[in-house]
């Protein structure tokens, strides 16, 4: 069983939104702070946002007030929601657990492309 499990990438043009959804195994994910990576090419991959357990969420600057993560605890599922999309927005987006006893586990990655 793969832990983590991505999905909701695409083609969409700039100003645009997506929503991106990763599952996870219960444990783990009741366990783990929640997390989406991205990695540009040519780029050092990034986490761009985080949610603990409890909630609390924590973003980079470069998306702030664009993208919202959150978590549903009964799906074991943390959504992405990707609004006002920017080229620069363009990579692989990894989700990732950490944070907890289990240790750290990827999705498998999930391409976003903003462009005209």
């Known amino acids: 069983q793969v832990p983590l499990v991505e999905s909701g990438g695409g083609l969409v043009q700039p100003g645009g939104s997506l929503r991106l959804s990763c599952t996870a195994s219960?444990?783990?994910?009741?366990?783990?702070?929640m997390g989406w990576n991205r990695q540009a090419p040519g780029e050092q991959r990034e986490l761009v946002v985080s949610?603990?357990?409890?909630?609390?969420?924590n973003y980079a600057d470069s998306v702030k007030g664009r993208f919202t993560i959150s978590r549903d605890n009964a799906k074991n599922t943390v959504y992405l929601q990707m609004n006002s999309l920017k080229p620069e927005d363009t990579a692989v987006y990894y989700c990732?657990?950490?944070?907890?006893?289990?240790?750290?586990?990827w999705g498998q990655g999930t391409q976003v492309t903003v462009s005209s």
């Open positions: 949610i603990t357990t409890d909630g609390r969420t």
């Open positions: 219960g444990s783990i994910f009741r366990a783990s702070t």
């Open positions: 990732e657990a950490f944070g907890s006893f289990y240790g750290k586990y």
